[in-house]
């Protein structure tokens, strides 16, 4: 088991040293470091003088991937690939281009990305499982029949008029909760209502009608029959088996989007106002500040991955079948 | 005399892909497997629904998708004719009444006047402050209090009319035909429709097919004299950017899977077929790709176009080209993000038919290895790109709208929903609020991503024969 | 026992409900939608907001409005600009006395005030500041008993375990010098530090150059020993010629020449005092790393400090409690008594206690949470005008009953800011100085009708533009006198936009007529560079198109980010663009600059981005720019503007006008375009504002009971068909 995980681990090395390159070429070839200068300085009365400085003291004059002028390993580490890019393995984001840090700053903005992603997770995962096991119960009546198309209906409605939808009405008409913004601790709980409310129902839709097929998946099988033979009631069948053989894919399914949840949602966040990481990868990206952008790729390819391992183990603990060699 | 016509990028791909699905309709009626599933589609009352309303969608996608410079009337005479530099489509040309009907600003569905008050200036140089009547909206009423209602009844009546009286014709039309193909009498044909005993559901699909038509008519009709779904800030009719939009939604929903396809296809085909090192370096190669996320790869590339076109500005030179260029470049990159996920199911099945017997035994006949991946495999996963491309169609429809909200969708200029929700931001916190614009934008797309959700089920349900059983 | 599970779940879901009630119930007696938290609410603190994370709070190189807001109300400079009266006028701050220049010759003899320009080779300033101002209690200046400072030799060990400045225990403070002005002013001069205006200073201060090179070679020699950023190069070493210390409270800066604008600049925050405690604080290696560094953690002297900044949510100014004490103006321009303005007369500044800026990113939720008083002012966006705003009968502006019921208050004013549509001269087809090219630029200037955008895009704020000097600066001509006759009739007594017609005779002068060049039969092509984007930009464009399209014009947009809309206005590959000057003093000179030829955007990465270039309006620039304001000076002027008006290298464009909305409790306000450092006049009643609040704020539950009670109702079929099943089943 641990000698996988090393290897898993190891095997993840060259995949983010293929995204480091990737986003590399992308991003200096984007936005040569002349732009992101003048961005920084500011509109107004900018001299090239002021520019070369701002290259300088930010490393962004040093050539790209191979220093002629230095002598030895210099000539590869003092270039801006290892400066700006290779040192991301060590977890040292160094700071953006306006000069913050940017490690300081995800530490910060991680935990209200992950105040939002956590509760709509669980909550959804409560409500979506419920509805389905519903549909599943009275599978082949009405019921399913226009639950099934509500869920059609509810996934083909962009979100984006859930959210314009959900402030219109519960802030602005009702009254209840702000409508945007953030605070810490405990007075967080007001803010995050509507956020969590409006990106439950968003995954109602999606969420209920694969949750029902996997459901009825279960239900088919040979197992269920023989215990619905047994005289078992349909309610005992469908908590004690069905729900209980379909909770492998459910979780693993969880498990795979569990580390990502620390990235927190573009748009939700930017439409509450809420400082999590999500608007900060949207505000680096209207700004143009690529060090902060390069930093978030590498750390979601980081967490994706810890996402695809996680589940690989999590697949041994609940299937004792699979083993891992 | 004759407009020059202009095929954009996009315009090329999209006939590209009618060709190859009309190619594929040609050989999968020939072979069995993929034929069954078909007949199940169109059996389904659902689905002979969702085509019909799909159908008009992509009547409009198309009649938008040709593209000429109209020529140009010389008022200064002599020298002949001139092509404009402006590139119009022929669904422009049909509507042309739409497009060119502009207010000044915001007026509401159906209105005679603008939505705010301004100043008007009287004849005899006073100012009053009043809601200025639309310079085309109801412009030829005389007295719109009173006459409005019954004229908005009369149109209605009208293009209602129209409509039941076409779709009457056209559905006694393929009546006829059914009847001459199945050589029985019209009239035993019809009452096997009617009674819903027909094998195609043709019933259900007369019932959509006249729905649209009337309200293809009514609004119409409506149309020609007011603006239907109101205007938008600098007094475009909202219902003609609507329409509009139907092109750009379906591109995106279209064009990103064809442009993944052949890749998509090939590496994931290769992966599971030769195993070892290609499998290695296409597993590599898509799962680095997959764990970068998707929006930062998107937002990445659309800023590299934008440098490539302001550094090769005069190669574009009218607007539709710029922005046309865009929107294939998204497609394109909205495909890379997307590919793997097909990419890595078809290696599954690759890896599963290399081990089936015909395959071992074609291979110990020394078949080289392209035979064998375009005789023996490829046919037997087509039904899993099929599925692929249809359930991602709507999720790419919605995905446009949120990537223009973070301003990297496609060109600001062009005509999408997105851009539609984007503006309607605004105009949501306006008192009185401007809903009309979001309306529309939603009713469009709503009607496109629920047919096209729809008919992802049946289809799903008829190729995927594990799903079948269970049902 | 087939439901086992069912009761726990619906547990939770009890659970989940009594505890947001329970939270809820727990914000108190203020309303459920207050953002804020709730022992705030009787506090003296304005609320307001900022939409970008300001980059710089350093004065040496914050220059936007978004930085001043803050760093405006923490630093003082030298003088500011009188709160109340108009045309603006400048008053000391922590200066005695606003200071008059003194004429040398090139002999070092003294001249008299009026003497000419040419024999002017220097004007010297002696500035006396005001004794006893005092900094913000600041762990930099925090000294033990024996005088030495607690936190300029910090250990690593101390350093890694800090991550803001409220983490060093003591503070100290001391008196405000002469010398921390002059610090400032050498740290302007200091290349490291990329003072945006180091090379305006550098053409007037003598020695500001000079000095420059040497501190900068200083500093590359020390950053060679020590690393980058490493340690602290004390500029109090190194002379700069044109700045003396003459005592303890007094100095004087040497300019090379005649430069009346300079007193302006001395009103920015460029010249504030500077300790040198300071920089030798924040240069301690690893407190950068750390964010902790001038840029986020102001040191001044001004009426507010900054107590908390985080950007990520929210920034707050809180008193200074050294502020050495400024009292609140006893005149002002005539009405402003009768306005209220001069209630707190006298009366000591500042009123407030804090100021707590909110981020808010967007504009709607901004104006929804200002219209239920959750901040205290706010501008009004085009889409919520109609909300906010009507026009009375007689055409007058107002605000509509809506507002009026609520209290809250409208102020407008014409800012000193133009929009203007610039014609690249550099271009073969727009620019040049042929009477094509004129002609073509003069169509199109009447064509577009900046009229109907500011009413569609500002609700009409805005004034259409005559030329480049907005009203409310010296130079402007208001009234009819005032017109450009190359766009312009007269009629009625009112000027107006002239007709279609004369623009395509312009057109066919130009040899485009109907938009068709004559030479090739092709129809004319122009591009437009533009960075808009957004929600609004499409409606804008379309609009844009919409002008020239009236002159058979094809206008082909070409839009991107600002980065390359600034380098191709560097590079001169634009043709028609728009974009926008704010002034940064009230001088006439800041707007007439933009088209002197030395400073075009190509040759010399000026502000000059339509690259105009014409010899006598360049010449006319130089005599204007040093004239005192006056007769003469207007002539002058007017002699320019009639160049500009004929050469047409801008569409005139507009001038926006300022409205703002107040509430009823936020008092002294008067819109003051020059000074930024307003917060310390404003006062506010914190009870009238947390009734209304409450009264504005009741939550409607009824909704969601009703919502609830469908959703059992709904479960009641349900409940039938689940029975029937169990029974079926169990059989």
Redesign the interface.
Known sequence: MTAYIIRRILYAI??LL??NI??FV??F???SPDDMARMNLGAKRVSPEAVENWKRERGYDLPLLYNQSATGTGQFTDTIFFQKSLKLFRFDFGSSDSGRDIGYDISQRMWPSLAIALPVLMVGLLLNITFALLIAFFRATYIDFWGVVLC??M???????YI?GGQ?LISKLMHLVPISGYDTGLGSIKFLILPVIVGVIGGIGAGTRWYR?LF??EI?KDYVRTARAKGLSETRVLFRHVLKNAMIPILTGVVVVLPLLF?GS??TESFFGIPGLGSY??DA??R?DFAI?RA??FL??VL??LGLIMTDISYTIVDPRVRLS | MISQLVILWTDALVFLLMLVAILFGIYASRKMHLRRPWRQVVRSRVGMGTLVVLGFYLAIALLDSIHFRPV?E???GG?GT?????VISLFDELVSGLRKR?E??YSAPLAVQLY????IELPD?S???DYPRLRYGGAHLENPESEWSSDILKLSGFGILKGLLVSFITANILIMLLAVRKSRSYGDEARSILKGHSEIPWRVTFLVLACMLVLVFWSAELSSKYHLLGT???G?DVFYQALKSIRTGLLIGTLTTLVMLPAAILLGIMAGYFRGWVDDVIQ?TY???????G???I???I??L??Y??NH?DE????VE?ADLRLLFLCVILGVTSWTGLCRLLRGEALKLREMDYVQAATAFGVSHLQIITRHILPNVLHIVLIAVVLDF?GLV?AE??LS????GV???MNSWG?M????????????IVWWS?AAA?IF??TL??SA??LS?VVRDAFDPR?R??R | MGISIRPIIDDKLWLLLLLSAALLSACGDSAWNDPYPGDDKHRNTIYSSFTERPKHLDPVRAYSANEYVFIAQIYEPLLQYHFLKRPYELVPLGAAEVPKARYYDDQGNRLPEDADNERIAVSQYEISIKPGMRYQPHPALAQDEAGGYLYHSLGEDVISVVNTLADFPRTGSREVTAADYVYQIKRLAHPPLHSPIAGIMGDSIEGFSQFGEASDLAYEQLKQSNGIGKDWLDLRLFDLKGVEVLDRYRFRVSLRGKYPQFVYWLAMPFFSPMPWEAEAFYSQPGLGERNISLNWYPLGSGSFMLEENNPNLRMVLAKNPNFHGERYPTTGEAGDQEAGLLDDAEKPLPFIEKASYSLEK???PY??KFLQGYYDTSGI????F??AV??????ELGLTE?MKEKGIQLQTAVTTSIFYLGFNMADPVVGGDSDRSRHLRRAISIAMDFE?YI??FNNGRGVAAQGPIPPGIFGNRSGNEGINPYVYDLK?GKPRRKGLEVAKQLMVQAGY??G?DEAT???L?L?YDTT????????R???M??QFTKLGI?L??????YN?FQ??MRKG?GQVFMWGWNADYPDPENFLFMLYGPNSKIDHGGENAANYENSEFDALFVKMKNMENGPERQRTIDEMVEILRRDAPWAWGFFPKAFSLYHDWYKNVKPNLMANNTLKYKRIDPVVRDQKRRDWNPPIVWPILLLFIALVASAIPAVRVFRQRERSAAR
Not at chain 1, 155 to 161: A, K, Q, R
Not at chain 3, 390 to 395: I, K, L, T, Y
């Open positions: 060259p995949i293929g995204v990737l986003t992308l991003f070839v984007v936005n059609v209906v996934m083909s409605i962009s979100g984006l008029f314009i219109y097929t009825l998946e088919n990235m573009l748009i990868t949207i990206i209207n143009q952008v978030m790729v979601g390819s994706y991955i | 140009l010389d008022s200064a020298n001139t092509q404009s530099a402006e502009q000044k600003t705010a008050k301004e100043n140089g100012v009053m402050r938008d800030k600098v475009e590599y799962t680095t790709l997959n764990s970068i996320p929006v930062l790869l937002a990445a590339a800023l590299m934008q440098i076109m302001s500005a574009f030179n009218s607007l710029r709507s919605l709208a949120v909200y973070v301003n990297i060109d600001p200029t851009n929700i984007n503006s309607a931001r605004l105009e949501m916190a306006r008192e009185p979001l939603m797309m709503f991503v629920l959700n729809l089920d799903l059983s269970n | 967007e504009s709607i104006w929804n966006s085009s889409d919520s109609d909300q009507q026009f009375s009968a007689q055409g809506d109907e009413s569609i009625n007529s109907n068709i039969g092709k129809p092509i591009y808009s984007s957004g929600p609004d930009g499409k409606a464009l379309n609009w198109r919409k094809q082909v947009i070409r839009a991107s980010d390359r380098e191709k590959t």
